[in-house]
């Protein structure tokens, strides 16, 4: 079954903040995340800067979907193989008693 995962479907930095003029042509959903955020890289840094981020819940790819697939039996297998070699290193611990 497919999931929904988290895409950033707009990003942008600027010097100046952030107006409507700069957003409103984006093709909000209602559940869409904004972000705005001011960020001071400190004393170093002559000025700041503004960060806008715009994300959605979106149902995964094809393709992202098979990688997740993929990626979760490979855990499985590792997973299984370290619990294997744990369990052969307790038997040969107590095999003899305690």
Do not use: A, H
Not at 19 to 30: V, Y
Not at 52 to 74: A, C, G
């Amino acid at each position: 079954m497919k999931s929904k995962v988290k895409k950033t479907i707009f990003s942008s930095v600027k010097y100046t903040p952030f107006q409507w003029k700069d957003l409103k042509d984006i093709p909000f959903e209602d559940e869409d995340m904004i972000f705005v955020n001011y960020e001071d890289d400190g004393p170093d840094t002559p000025e700041g800067y503004f960060v806008v981020n715009v994300e959605r819940f979106v149902e995964e790819t094809d393709e992202e979907y098979q990688e997740r697939i993929e990626r979760n039996k490979k855990y499985l297998e590792i997973s299984k193989k370290m619990r294997y070699d744990t369990y052969l290193k307790l038997k040969e611990e107590f095999e003899n008693g305690f």
